[in-house]
């Protein structure tokens, strides 16, 4: 079996996220605010469009926002465009024909 990109070239970095309602902007104010992130590659489903997503841990166990880049004020800006509940990593039990 092999694997499309080793784990260790997934850029994971601190970037800065930014807010796209009024809300959001008021509560952060001038804080600025940086998260951990791995890209991941997508593709628009019925499309060859890649999109390019990224993701960090939540603020609680088995969460994970995702985000994406948006024009906010003729910045480009990482914004979040989920909050995924109850995710757990896959634990899979490999059999002989499984190993290189």
Not at 13 to 30: C, L, M, N, S, W
Not at 54 to 74: E, P, T
Request: glycine share 8%; net charge positive.
């Amino acid at each position: 079996m092999k694997y499309p990109i080793p784990w260790f070239h997934c850029e994971c970095i601190k970037r800065v996220v930014g807010f796209v309602t009024d809300k959001a902007k008021t509560e952060a104010g001038t804080n600025t605010y940086e998260e951990f992130m791995i890209p991941c590659m997508t593709r628009i489903k019925g499309s060859t469009r890649g999109v390019t997503h990224y993701i960090s841990r939540a603020y609680r166990r088995h969460q994970v926002f995702v985000y994406r880049y948006m024009q906010i004020g003729g910045v480009n800006r990482l914004v979040i465009e989920n909050r995924f509940i109850d995710v757990h990593t896959v634990d899979e039990l490999l059999g002989f024909d499984d190993v290189e």
